[in-house]
């Protein structure tokens, strides 16, 4: 028997002001889209902005439908879009925010597991990695150099080969 270890370095920023530029400005992106969710069951807002390798940006938001299994999360929508938008185009990152209208949200907020598997899936179809920066509605800034990182272990095309 083997134990194994796994550990996942990110950086924290303590605040938006503080991020590189690039960062920053895809964070606004998202920030911006954030503002066309369409949320009326749950309120919780989530946007989501890609910054592609031509240096393009796209934002999107989560999109919700009375028969919740249908929603449609923020960071699927945008990277769904973006595989339209771009076809090919690698993704070398994207930002996440959420605002909550029934609390403030002061710590950022992960992806779910199933955006996790999505954005480890666009990584691998693009050969590329994408920097994931996270942040809240206020509060610190979580930034993974790469999605996989959010989701070790994952499972993959590979699989099906
Ligand atoms: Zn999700």
């Given at each position: 028997?083997?134990?194994?270890?796994?550990?996942?370095?990110?950086?924290?920023?303590?605040?938006?002001?503080?991020?590189?530029?690039?960062?920053?400005?895809l964070?606004?992106?998202?920030?911006?889209?954030?503002?066309?969710?369409?949320?009326?069951?749950?309120?919780?807002?989530?946007?989501?902005?890609?910054?592609?390798?031509?240096?393009?940006?796209?934002g999107?938001?989560?999109?919700?439908n009375?028969?919740?299994?249908?929603?449609?999360?923020?960071?699927?929508?945008?990277?769904?879009?973006?595989?339209?938008?771009?076809?090919?185009?690698?993704i070398?990152?994207?930002?996440?925010?959420?605002?909550?209208?029934?609390?403030?949200?002061?710590?950022?907020?992960?992806?779910?597991g199933?955006?996790?598997?999505?954005?480890?899936?666009?990584?691998?179809?693009?050969?590329?990695?994408?920097?994931?920066?996270?942040?809240?509605?206020?509060?610190?800034?979580?930034?993974?150099?790469?999605?996989?990182?959010l989701?070790?272990?994952?499972?993959?095309?590979?699989?099906?080969?």
């Amino acid at each position: 028997m083997q134990t194994q270890t796994l550990q996942i370095a990110y950086q924290i920023y303590p605040s938006l002001e503080a991020l590189p530029d690039a960062d920053r400005t895809l964070l606004e992106q998202a920030r911006r889209a954030l503002e066309n969710s369409y949320s009326p069951y749950s309120h919780f807002k989530v946007g989501a902005a890609v910054r592609f390798a031509n240096g393009e940006m796209l934002g999107g938001a989560n999109y919700e439908n009375a028969a919740y299994p249908m929603c449609i999360c923020a960071e699927q929508a945008v990277l769904a879009a973006a595989a339209s938008r771009f076809p090919g185009e690698p993704i070398t990152a994207i930002a996440i925010t959420v605002q909550n209208p029934h609390k403030p949200v002061a710590a950022p907020a992960a992806p779910c597991g199933a955006c996790r598997q999505v954005i480890s899936e666009t990584e691998q179809r693009n050969l590329c990695p994408m920097r994931v920066i996270l942040q809240g509605e206020t509060g610190p800034v979580f930034v993974f150099e790469k999605g996989s990182d959010l989701l070790p272990l994952s499972f993959g095309g590979d699989f099906l080969g």
